[in-house]
């Protein structure tokens, strides 16, 4: 029997007592929201198309007709770091109850009237074929982290003076704004779910995370190409810090091919403690460029990760967890 028939025929017993009734149902509601369902792709692009196309437009840009008239413009839902940023569960929530009910910035608003629980689930099942989910990169991921950091920012002097020559060193000066990175750690739990959950930055939760379960770190970056085309990629390190997984989020499908088959080669390059990495591995004048790009974005990748694991070791001398 598939998910949903076990769901919409499952039986509800008879019990007494009104505060048992009252608790089962504020019980239902929690659940109904922490519940993932698999949705299908298919009916939730039909229903997209009807339902959200009209300000998100029909390929999830945030340019549809009706966004011009908005205040906030609606989100860009082809961007990996803002839609990992939020798990199936947040999303469900946005679409039922709406931007003011489920606590984001925007004008969007419920749509719990015209979409039942199931039609929310295929609508979320094709967002995440917009744009490239953690599970691409780690598909065994349970539970994650997601934190915005500066390198150069975080921790004692001694650290960030170390973060800064260790750039310096091989990159040369660095632009400021490619300092700051979006990090997603994530873990591997005894917890199994459909998708994975987004822990949030609270003490007690993230003593619950343990450090031998983290399977590594995803960032979605920009890489500066031949002639200075900018290309957004997603890059997946392991805990050891090798590339597990660099690719182009590019949506020009020639493109994609194009740069995906160049960014394969340095996948398992790359190690933790290599200072100096050495991505050196073309021949000819246009992979030299991308040589010395992905040597760029990886450094990069690694100061960001360094960061969260600076606050990590803080945070386990605190709680005893070390």
Same mark, same amino acid.
């Given at each position: 029997m598939s998910v949903r028939s076990r769901l919409m025929n499952k039986p509800l017993a008879l019990l007494g007592g009104m505060a048992v009734i009252l608790g089962?149902?504020?019980?239902?509601?929690?659940?109904?929201?922490?519940?993932?369902?698999?949705?299908?792709?298919?009916?939730?692009?039909?229903?997209?198309?009807?339902?959200?196309?009209?300000?998100?437009?029909?390929?999830?840009?945030g340019q549809g007709a009706g966004a011009a008239s908005l205040k906030t413009k609606p989100a860009d839902l082809r961007d990996g770091s803002l839609m990992n940023a939020r798990d199936d569960r947040m999303l469900y929530r946005a679409v039922q109850l709406g931007c003011k009910g489920a606590g984001c910035s925007g004008a969007m608003p419920a749509f719990s009237d015209v979409l039942s629980k199931l039609s929310t689930w295929d609508i979320l099942a094709y967002l995440r074929t917009l744009h490239m989910p953690l599970t691409d990169f780690?598909?065994?991921?349970?539970?994650?982290?997601?934190?915005?950091?500066?390198? +150069? =920012?975080? %921790? @004692?002097e001694k650290f960030k003076e170390g973060q800064m020559e260790r750039l310096e060193d091989v990159l040369g000066k660095v632009d400021s704004k490619d300092l700051s990175q979006t990090v997603f750690t994530l873990f591997r739990t005894n917890r199994r779910s459909l998708s994975p959950e987004l822990v949030p930055q609270?003490?007690?939760?993230?003593?619950?995370?343990?450090?031998?379960?983290?399977?590594?770190?995803?960032?979605?970056?920009?890489?500066?190409?031949p002639r200075g085309r900018k290309v957004p990629i997603g890059l997946g390190l392991d805990s050891g810090?090798?590339?597990?997984?660099?690719?182009?989020?590019?949506?020009?499908?020639?493109?994609?091919?194009?740069?995906?088959?160049?960014?394969?080669?340095?996948?398992?390059? +790359? =190690?933790? %403690? @290599?200072?100096?990495?050495?991505?050196?591995?073309?021949?000819?004048?246009?992979?030299?460029?991308?040589?010395?790009?992905?040597?760029?974005?990886y450094?990069?990748?690694?100061?960001?990760?360094?960061?969260?694991?600076f606050e990590e070791r803080e945070r386990s001398w605190a709680d005893g967890t070390f």
């Open positions: 089962l149902a504020f019980s239902a509601v929690a659940d109904e929201q922490s519940q993932v369902l698999s949705g299908d792709v298919a009916n939730g692009t039909r229903l997209f198309r009807v339902h959200c196309a009209v300000c998100h437009g029909f390929d999830g840009s780690f598909p065994k991921v349970d539970s994650y982290l997601v934190k915005r950091y500066t390198i +150069g =920012k975080i %921790g @004692d609270q003490p007690q939760k993230l003593a619950q995370l343990k450090k031998g379960n983290k399977i590594g770190y995803v960032l979605f970056m920009t890489l500066v190409g810090y090798a590339i597990v997984k660099l690719v182009t989020t590019q949506t020009d499908p020639g493109l994609s091919a194009e740069y995906n088959e160049k960014f394969k080669r340095y996948e398992e390059l +790359g =190690k933790r %403690g @290599d200072n100096k990495p050495d991505f050196k591995i073309s021949k000819d004048k246009l992979g030299k460029i991308f040589d010395k790009a992905v040597t760029r974005v450094m990069l990748a690694v100061e960001a990760a360094n960061a969260f694991e």
